[in-house]
């Protein structure tokens, strides 16, 4: 993953974020669904994943799990 070439104040930091998030995120999706998950329980469970991370709040040991194994495939891509 690049490091950002804008500062955080600019209008497309965002963009440029996404811009490198996207292919972690389809690696990761496609791997689930490779692994028998549909798609439709995938973005379900990373929508709600995101918002725990984002309110710090995990609410059982397999979000937990599901949090180490995303973080770990995240690594891969480093």
Do not use: C, Q
């Not at 496609?30 to 469970?45: L, Q």
């Not at 991370?53 to 770990?72: C, G, N, Q, W, Y």
């Amino acid at each position: 993953m690049k490091s950002p070439r804008l500062p955080p104040d600019h209008p497309n930091y965002g963009r440029e974020l996404e811009a490198e998030l996207e292919p972690l995120m389809t690696e990761i999706v496609d791997r689930v669904v490779a692994a028998g998950w549909s798609k439709d329980a995938v973005w379900t469970a990373l929508i709600s994943l995101v918002a725990d991370l984002e309110h710090s709040t995990f609410a059982s040991a397999e979000t937990d799990k599901l949090v180490a194994e995303v973080i770990s495939l995240l690594d891969n891509f480093r």
